[in-house]
């Protein structure tokens, strides 16, 4: 597979936007290894390369370990792997992101909401939503995966 365009140089006002969003997910006060997870969990629903490549690497990086990794795609039979708080994140995640199948029900939402504050959940339906829209930048332009250029 190859690059369609380079979407960032083609227009890089719109990137720079999408930059923003991002910009302020770093230092919006939820832990970056949440929303690590959220990205990646997204990126595999969609089924991005480039993405999966990227946040797995993210992860990895920040110390997630192999064990925790491999068992985001089954989070729900994870059992104790994953904490309250990142079941419920990847829970909203997987709502927000099939919204279209999902309609995001009512007990989603109370669940999300029972968890985070109103801003946590803001900030959180940000990044699932900002990852929405990389992916499918990555997935429309056939953005290549970093694995690619080690094989």
């Not at 006060?29 to 690590?36: A, H, S, T």
């Not at 990205?39 to 192999?66: E, F, P, W």
């Amino acid at each position: 597979m190859s690059n369609r365009i380079d979407y960032a140089k083609a227009s890089p006002e719109g990137y720079k936007a999408f930059g923003g969003v991002y910009a302020s997910l770093l230092k919006c006060g939820l832990p970056q290894e949440l929303i690590n997870l959220v990205y990646l969990r997204v990126s595999q629903i969609n089924g991005c390369a480039y993405c999966i490549d990227m946040h797995t690497r993210d992860l990895i990086k920040g110390g997630l370990s192999i064990e925790k990794l491999v068992l985001i795609p089954v989070w729900h039979d994870a059992g104790r792997v994953f904490t309250t708080r990142e079941r419920v994140a990847l829970s909203w995640a997987e709502s927000v992101t099939r919204v279209a199948e999902s309609g995001v029900p009512e007990a989603a939402y109370e669940e999300a909401a029972a968890e985070f504050t109103d801003k946590e959940l803001a900030d959180l339906t940000y990044a699932i939503g900002l990852m929405n829209a990389f992916n499918r930048f990555g997935i429309a332009f056939r953005s290549t995966p970093a694995a690619a250029a080690i094989v």
